[in-house]
């Protein structure tokens, strides 16, 4: 996946650097690599400081930085390639690249193509690939900003880190952040007879706006392991209580910890975690 991002070279870009600068990002400088250092916590604006990086790049550099933590990357560096490593026409080249079983992975990319490839097509094409500001009735050549993701590496590294080994759990499974995973909420009623079935899926249609799985096939113990071997964070199970107070079991995927719940607040609630990220009680 990539974007083409095209912008006036003379323009002011400071309203795309304010919202970012205050970011702070595991950044690997040219410099650090040449004294054999790792990466280092910096923010946007003390990289700007030191490198006068074009305020786009730093733009995306944190929205790179946003959407990694939000698909649960653990550990990642945003690395500015070497002179070596640069294509002779770019204005600076920067790679995240993400900590694996394997070491540091390239995922991502973005690169300050400045105006070659305009005005490549320009020299080839015979014509002129200049724009009008409607503004101040300049033309100008664009550059291009040209962030690029490569999904499929993306989505293999959330796994990776999402993945935990629990021999004291006796199944392994995922945790991942409940902004991506696969279901909102497991819906298991306790048993298959005594009307506990149909009241769960009551509470499945209260549910319906969010993503759920509803689940009634072998025990407890073994719909909780399927839940959290695809990363669900949250599983909720009617039981025989329900009927006398109205309330479910909640449990939390990462430490397995339960509480209960008034039906009329459980989606309010599973919403909140979902929102602020809580996978434990």
């Given at each position: 996946m990539e974007v083409e991002m095209f912008f006036d070279p003379e323009s002011d870009l400071n309203e795309y650097y304010n919202k970012v600068k205050e970011i702070i990002i595991p950044y690997h400088?040219?410099?650090?690599?040449?004294?054999?250092?790792?990466?280092?916590?910096?923010?946007?604006?003390?990289?700007?400081?030191?490198?006068?990086?074009?305020?786009?790049?730093?733009?995306?550099?944190?929205?790179?930085?946003?959407?990694?933590?939000?698909?649960?990357?653990?550990?990642?560096?945003?690395?500015?390639?070497?002179?070596?490593?640069?294509?002779?026409?770019?204005?600076?080249?920067?790679?995240?690249?993400?900590?694996?079983?394997?070491?540091?992975?390239?995922?991502?990319?973005?690169?300050?193509?400045?105006?070659?490839?305009?005005?490549?097509?320009?020299?080839?094409?015979?014509?002129?690939?200049?724009?009008?500001d409607d503004a101040t009735g300049r033309k100008f050549m664009p550059h291009v900003i040209e962030p690029s993701i490569g999904l499929d590496r993306l989505f293999w590294c959330s796994l990776e880190h999402a993945y935990v080994e629990d021999k004291k759990r006796g199944w392994d499974w995922l945790d991942l952040p409940p902004i991506i995973a696969p279901y909102d909420v497991y819906v298991l009623p306790l048993m298959k007879r005594d009307n506990l079935p149909e009241k769960a899926k009551e509470i499945c249609e209260l549910l319906r706006e969010l993503d759920v799985y509803?689940?009634?096939?072998?025990?407890?113990?073994?719909?909780?392991?399927?839940?959290?071997?695809?990363?669900?964070?949250?599983?909720?199970?009617?039981?025989?209580?329900?009927?006398?107070?109205?309330s479910v079991t909640v449990r939390f995927r990462n430490d397995g910890q339960q509480m209960r719940v008034k039906i009329s607040e459980l989606k309010g609630k599973i919403e909140e975690w979902k929102r602020e990220g809580n996978v434990t009680l």
């Open positions: 400088s040219r410099k650090a690599q040449e004294k054999e250092k790792e990466h280092e916590e910096r923010s946007i604006e003390s990289i700007n400081k030191e490198e006068k990086i074009n305020s786009l790049i730093l733009y995306y550099m944190a929205k790179e930085h946003i959407l990694l933590r939000t698909c649960g990357i653990k550990e990642y560096r945003m690395r500015h390639l070497t002179k070596e490593e640069t294509a002779h026409y770019s204005a600076g080249n920067y790679d995240v690249e993400i900590k694996t079983d394997f070491g540091f992975v390239e995922v991502m990319s973005l690169a300050n193509r400045t105006n070659y490839d305009l005005t490549k097509h320009g020299e080839h094409s015979g014509k002129k690939f200049e724009v009008l509803y689940d009634q096939s072998g025990t407890v113990g073994k719909r909780y392991a399927k839940a959290d071997e695809i990363g669900v964070p949250y599983c909720v199970t009617i039981d025989y209580e329900t009927f006398d107070d109205e």
